[in-house]
């Protein structure tokens, strides 16, 4: 689905829902990158399972995966290339700043709407709660 499809809402999604929906999935996706156990992510003993096994990593995952609603998953690589220039400092990763994402938009010639700015912001409140274990100052889940 591209964003040209969607609707923020229909009869039995809302927009809330929605960003509901696209905070708790992000969680999953960005956990899958924290180590499990040792120094690998859960992410690679996830492949290595799925190696093994000769199962997908979705399979083995299961509902640790990420499923994104049909919505918003257009979203997930936007927000991880404007993640790129997320700075940091001592307490960990910084939100994505507004102006970061209106200049990367910019530069690729995307107008972002209200509504997937929020979504964006969303994403990166999950991002920073899984991460550095907070949600970010500018941000808190709806």
């Not at 499990?36 to 190696?51: E, H, M, N, P, T």
């Not at 257009?74 to 927000?79: C, E, G, K």
């Not at 290339?81 to 001592?90: A, F, I, L, Y």
């Not at 970061?100 to 010639?109: F, T």
Request: glycine share 8%; net charge neutral; hydrophobic share 30%.
């Amino acid at each position: 689905m591209s964003r040209h499809d969607c609707s923020w809402g229909t009869a039995t999604t809302t927009f809330a829902e929605l960003n509901r929906s696209a905070y708790e999935e992000s969680k999953k996706d960005f956990g899958l990158l924290c180590p499990a156990s040792g120094s690998q992510s859960q992410l690679a003993g996830f492949r290595v399972a799925a190696r093994r096994t000769g199962r997908t990593v979705e399979e083995i995952a299961g509902d640790k995966w990420p499923q994104y609603p049909e919505e918003i998953k257009y979203l997930v690589p936007i927000f991880h290339k404007v993640g790129m220039s997320r700075t940091h400092g001592p307490g960990g990763s910084n939100p994505i700043q507004y102006t970061e994402i209106e200049s990367w938009a910019r530069m690729n010639g995307i107008e972002i709407e209200p509504q997937e700015l929020e979504l964006i912001k969303t994403m990166d409140a999950a991002y920073l709660e899984v991460t550095n274990g907070r949600l970010s100052r500018n941000h808190s889940k709806s």
